[in-house]
Each structure stands twice: as C-alpha cells, then as structure tokens.
C-alpha cells in the first residue's frame, strides 16, 4: 500500500499491489528512492526483483532475467538448427555434383 506521505510526492500514484506484468506479480511498496516509487515484484521463477513504476508499465521489466535468458537460449537453438540445415542442404548439393 502506498503510504499517505508518498502520497504528497505522488498524488497520482497508481496501486500496483497484486497486478502482474508479463512474470512479475507486485507484492510491495517499497517506496521513493531518486524520484521513483519502487515495487518489490515476485518472477515465476521465484526470484523477487525491485523495480520502479516507470519500468513496470513501460514493459522494460517483465521479468527478473529469466525471459530473456530463456529468449537467448531459443535464439541459440534456433540458429543450431540453421547451421545444421545448411550443412545438410551443402551435402546434397555436393551428391548432386558428383
């Protein structure tokens, strides 16, 4: 809950207890810290993250990490099976050829 005195600073500060962006779920008012209200936010993966307003609603956090590494680790993969497709493509050309 955000406290009466933050109130003062941010008049129209938004609730975000209980509201989920992508995988983060908002748990806590952490309060203001550089001009910002932080939020303590619970990842599906467990981990907990502080985060600004901003950030939330912005969508530059929707998670602690773990999508990101998750999207990496599919690039990843996905580009293995590029190379391995090409290599497979340059074999049956090389058949052809012969």
Not at 15 to 37: E, P
Request: charged share 30%; glycine share 6%; aromatic share 6%.
């Amino acid at each position: 809950m955000i406290r009466v005195a933050d109130r003062r600073f941010f008049p129209m500060a938004v609730d975000l207890l209980t509201q989920r962006f992508t995988r983060l779920v908002v748990t806590r008012c952490l309060g203001i810290n550089n001009h910002a209200l932080y939020w303590l936010a619970d990842c599906d993966c467990g981990k907990q993250v502080r985060v600004s307003t901003g950030s939330l609603r912005s969508g530059r956090f929707r998670s602690c990490g773990c999508l990101r590494k998750e999207t990496l680790r599919g690039l990843v993969h996905k580009m293995n099976d590029r190379e391995a497709e090409s290599k497979r493509i340059a074999a049956i050309i090389k058949e052809l050829d012969q």
